[in-house]
């Protein structure tokens, strides 16, 4: 068995996915995701220049030699741009294996370990009010779990993870008015003396049933974030997400020394080697990384084991730049993993999101239930791809009060 050709296709419904489709002599082909959100057409321009001519003759089973000649033949290794690539390959490749072997890619795994995976949504407001009803909207839906995020009094609405009252909670990131990112505010002192009141006014109207997440983004200095965890840690959520930047993974040793409070880190991550020290040492309790600009299914695989070694679970990132074939890989790696945790989910089934990429994975009442069919259980209609082209975005980028440069 031949690959003998392989495409990539930049856009989609209000997104730049990037979409790779290697086909095979077999008349077989696989779909992999190479989406990096706001730097799409980097991978795009790695698969198309590098890694497809690369693949032409080469038995797609032969994952693993693949991958290692992807990353060990690169010479200057890692990257996202280049993992996201990897990835996409990665992932087609897997797919393909499914489809010849008739079976749905969690089997390859290992089989089902849940029938279904916990997900959660993303409540958040301008105001204390409005997050409270985004939370109720969620409950409603069948949602356990909530990210919650709220505006800041005295700090403008557009900061981090805070939709305005013209926008869905789920649709607020990337402005695709043009390359130029619009800027935000960030007032750390405000921050740290709202938000903990502010999810322990959560917890008081919501019980102690529902499971609350909260991001603080990088925002925190190392003994900020400390100081934040210690402060939220009567609320009980369930996990803190990225307190301080995990560039200085000693930094987190100082939050473990004063909070208990569980943290998850590691949506920017894109190798083992970005969270081998924080696992190893136990310095987080829920691993973050996104199967597409991780490397792919391979490398995740890796991840996820060495996590479960040191009682660590999955919560991949599952951000709206992701496209259904990322996501699709994600559900069958939460079906298998043994030390699965949540699984971030943020809207992609729009009819025109379903009709360029087909499938049977479903979502209800606040869980994600994984396809059945061989591979990744996912289609792509070409057809429907020359509807969208790339169209430029960008994240905002956050500045302090007196205009230094932050952590976004």
Request: hydrophobic letters at 40%; proline letters at 6%; glycine letters at 8%.
């Amino acid at each position: 068995m031949k690959i003998t050709d392989a495409k990539v296709f930049v856009g989609g419904p209000g997104k730049n996915y990037v979409t790779l489709k290697v086909m095979t002599d077999q008349g077989i082909y696989g779909l992999g995701d190479a989406t990096l959100n706001n730097r799409e057409t980097l991978p795009a321009a790695y698969l198309s220049d590098y890694l497809i001519p690369n693949l032409i003759g080469k038995d797609p089973r032969n994952s693993e030699d693949m991958w290692q000649f992807m990353y060990r033949g690169a010479y200057f290794r890692r990257g996202p741009i280049a993992m996201a690539a990897f990835g996409a390959v990665d992932m087609a490749l897997w797919d393909i294996k499914g489809k010849l072997a008739n079976m749905p890619l969690y089997q390859l795994f290992g089989g089902k370990s849940r029938d279904s995976a916990l997900v959660y949504a993303h409540a958040t407001g301008s105001d204390l009010e409005a997050l409270m009803d985004s939370v109720v909207s969620y409950q409603e839906q069948g949602y356990e779990a909530v990210r919650v995020q709220c505006g800041v009094p005295g700090m403008p609405v557009e900061s981090y993870g805070v939709a305005n009252r013209q926008q869905s909670d789920e649709q607020f990131i990337t402005d695709f008015s043009g390359i130029h990112p619009k800027q935000e505010v960030w007032g750390t002192e405000r921050y740290m003396r709202f938000m903990p009141d502010a999810l322990a006014a959560v917890r008081d109207r919501f019980g102690p049933e529902l499971k609350i997440l909260h991001d603080v983004h990088h925002r925190l200095l190392p003994r900020e974030a400390a100081e934040f965890a210690k402060a939220v840690e009567s609320v009980g959520l369930f996990w803190l997400e990225d307190p301080t930047p995990a560039d200085d993974q000693q930094a987190l040793r100082l939050l473990r020394q004063h909070s208990t409070v569980p943290v998850a880190i590691g949506e920017v991550f894109n190798s083992v080697w970005d969270c081998k020290q924080l696992i190893e040492e136990e310095l987080i309790d829920f691993i973050r990384v996104a199967v597409t600009y991780a490397g792919g299914i391979t490398h995740v695989k890796r991840i996820v084991d060495l996590a479960a070694l040191h009682h660590v679970r999955t919560g991949f990132h599952g951000a709206p730049s992701h496209s259904p074939l990322c996501m699709a890989a994600q559900a069958h790696l939460n079906a298998w993993a043994p030390n699965f945790g949540i699984q971030e989910y943020l809207v992609l089934g729009t009819p025109a999101c379903d009709a360029l990429f087909p499938s049977m994975h479903r979502m209800e009442k606040g869980r994600m239930y994984v396809s059945d069919a061989p591979g990744l259980g996912v289609d792509f209609d070409e057809a429907e791809a020359k509807r969208y082209q790339y169209k430029p975005g960008s994240h905002p980028v956050t500045r302090l009060t007196d205009g230094t440069l932050w952590n976004y």
